[in-house]
């Protein structure tokens, strides 16, 4: 039998063996509750569901130009201009097949084997998984805990000063912990990295899910950075694999050729969806107000019954816990709580593997009467 490579010999996502065991316990006829994944309870706007209804009958489900549709692009760099007041050329953006992509194609463009590539600890596991199955040294700088739970730029000039470094990738809103950079913070980043030659990679995911202060897009900052968004989170169109990037002028086509072999393009059915999507913000505030509700809830209820919060619930939809006084296993709390309760949550190793057998993701994104039954169970099982 022939030998894997080293690049399959990456961690598990967690979170989506997680949502594999609830979805088969589902099937069994369990009552399941799923807080693992950052999935919305909704599903895609009406102005997405008309628009793809009209682009399946006008057949419009074949190849896209590599960056995607012009007329999406435009709509991307309309939605620059209403909402953050940026200016950005159409050209620049590069639809993809989800975030997920886009890191590939920043990676591959950016990057060359055993380059140093900076992440937050706690992070997204997918950043790591990806940079080490690429081949590249993942530097994970502690993010801090609390309401300092976010990366700095005296951390990232330490890292570097420590040993070089080619670039660093950040969230805000962050996920795990939904913390929020500040505006003053993001530029001190952003210049400190530009002194230091190392490249800018701005993950904007979970924009327009902030609940107490206004989005900040990197771009407000410099013009040299690589910003990657997506319509998963706020558009609640996860299924769709729909995303973007905005690049330097510079790195258009490095992008396109690398897309244009992996990817050929996202899909055309989609990104004809997307356009929509920027039609739908009435409806997608409503769902923000639910999670905003969902928030309220969890934010007296969680530390109510010992979960204390390892961060603050600034934006995005997750409660990032610290689950210290009931196991020093998250994973193995995990897959008991799926197995007795039905509830489905993140074990922190997912985010950090030094701390994160002590903490736990929870998402909010499901509905109100989840969110009140998720309690009641959780209150009654750690309670017992």
């Known amino acids: 039998m022939s030998a894997f490579s080293a690049r399959s010999e990456i961690e598990p996502f967690h979170a989506m063996d997680l949502l594999a065991k609830a979805n088969h316990q589902r099937s069994l006829g369990a009552l399941v509750i799923s807080m693992a994944v950052g999935q919305p309870a909704d599903p895609a706007p009406k102005t997405v569901l008309l628009a793809a209804e009209k682009a399946l009958k006008d057949g419009r489900i074949g190849y896209t130009d590599a960056l995607g549709l012009r007329s999406l692009r435009e709509a991307i760099a309309q939605h620059y201009a209403d909402h953050y007041g940026v200016s950005v050329n159409p050209s620049r953006i590069a639809v993809t097949t989800g975030s997920s992509a886009a890191f590939n194609l920043a990676f591959l463009v950016y990057f060359n084997p055993g380059d140093r590539v900076a992440i937050t600890r706690p992070g997204y596991p997918a950043y790591r998984n990806i940079l080490k199955a690429l081949g590249l040294e993942v530097v ?39 913390a929020v950079l500040s505006a003053k913070e993001l530029r001190a980043i952003i210049e400190t990295a530009r002194e230091r030659n190392i490249r800018v990679l ?6 327009r899910l902030s609940y107490d202060t206004q989005d900040m897009t990197a771009l407000q900052v410099a013009d040299d950075v690589t910003i990657i968004n ?15 990037m905005v690049l330097p002028e510079s790195d258009i086509r490095p992008v396109e050729r690398i897309a244009q072999s992996l990817y050929i393009s996202a899909p055309e059915l989609s990104q004809h969806a997307a356009i929509a999507a920027f039609g739908g913000t009435a409806e997608l505030e409503l769902v923000k107000e639910r999670y905003r509700r969902n928030r309220a809830l969890l934010n007296v209820q969680l530390p109510a019954m010992g979960l204390k919060f390892a961060a603050p619930m600034d934006g995005a939809f997750y409660a990032y816990c610290d689950v210290s006084k009931f196991t020093n296993n998250s994973m193995e709390l995990a897959h008991k709580m799926l197995s007795e309760i039905n ?42």
Not at 202 to 207: F, L, N, Q, T, V
Not at 352 to 359: E, F, M, Q, V
């Open 202 to 207: 701005s993950d904007e995911i979970y924009h």
């Open 140 to 178: 994970e700088i502690g993010a801090g805990k609390g309401e300092d739970s976010n990366l700095t730029a005296e951390a990232l000039a330490a890292a570097h000063a420590e040993k070089p470094l080619k670039g660093v990738l950040f969230a805000s809103p962050a996920n795990p912990t939904g």
């Open 230 to 244: 997506s319509f998963s989170k706020y558009y609640c169109m996860t299924g769709w694999r729909i995303g973007w």
């Open 343 to 384: 509830i489905a949550a993140t074990p922190g190793r997912d985010f950090d593997p030094l701390d994160g057998h002590r903490t736990m993701r929870f998402s909010y994104a499901g509905s109100e009467a989840e969110m009140q039954e998720a309690v009641r169970r959780l209150s009654g099982w750690l309670g017992r």
